[in-house]
């Protein structure tokens, strides 16, 4: 009588069936690590795709309130070249009036007045200024000061110069004051009436 198992007697018949089953399940366990490998850099790219994403939300915000912030500049330009650097010809009487006013109010006379104007390429606003000598006491010229910086003519004082009288007994002293301001626009003839042959230029 044969010893040997049935099993090993029919191994031609069970053997090639279980190197398939091996064979799928050494497949579906390829599979299995390919796909988690695959989710894997997938969840990476994923994760990397929605940094970047908010990255770009962030400037999209930034370039959002950048925008309004440069939309509110330009209003407030406009609303400044409009209301306080209006035309010369609209401006330009008013404010050497109130200038010339103001000195007064402070006890002196203005003398020697002269005029320039400069006009400026990029931003298209012409500079103009008044050059004009007084004489007078210390609080006098404080006063006019004080009284040219509060003009709302937007005066700006570009230059003092202040000298003592040539009498050392005089408590007066003479000053030679520059004044100045924007307009929007150039008025040649304007300008020619009051003496200004020649207006310069900043590029």
Do not use: H
């Amino acid at each position: 009588m044969n010893g040997r198992s049935p099993w090993l007697k029919l191994w031609y018949l069970w053997v090639p069936a279980a190197v398939v089953i091996l064979l799928n399940v050494l497949w579906l366990a390829g599979m299995r690590g390919a796909l988690l490998g695959r989710g894997s850099l997938l969840a990476g790219q994923v994760s990397e795709t929605q940094a970047e994403v908010k990255r770009l939300e962030t400037q999209l915000q930034q370039l959002e309130r950048t925008t309004k912030e440069l939309s509110d500049l330009q209003a407030n330009l406009d609303a400044l070249r409009e209301k306080r650097l209006a035309s010369m010809r609209e401006r330009l009487v008013p404010f050497i009036t109130d200038v010339v006013r103001r000195v007064q109010e402070a006890g002196l006379q203005a003398e020697r007045i002269g005029y320039a104007a400069i006009r400026d390429e990029k931003s298209g606003l012409v500079y103009f200024t008044a050059t004009f000598g007084v004489k007078g006491g210390y609080e006098q010229i404080r006063r006019c000061v004080f009284l040219l910086e509060s003009s709302p003519q937007f005066v700006l004082l570009e230059n003092l110069g202040l000298r003592g009288d040539d009498s050392a007994a005089s408590l007066n002293v003479g000053v030679q004051l520059t004044v100045g301001t924007y307009f929007s626009d150039l008025d040649e003839r304007l300008l020619q009436q009051l003496g200004v042959s020649e207006v310069g230029v900043v590029k």
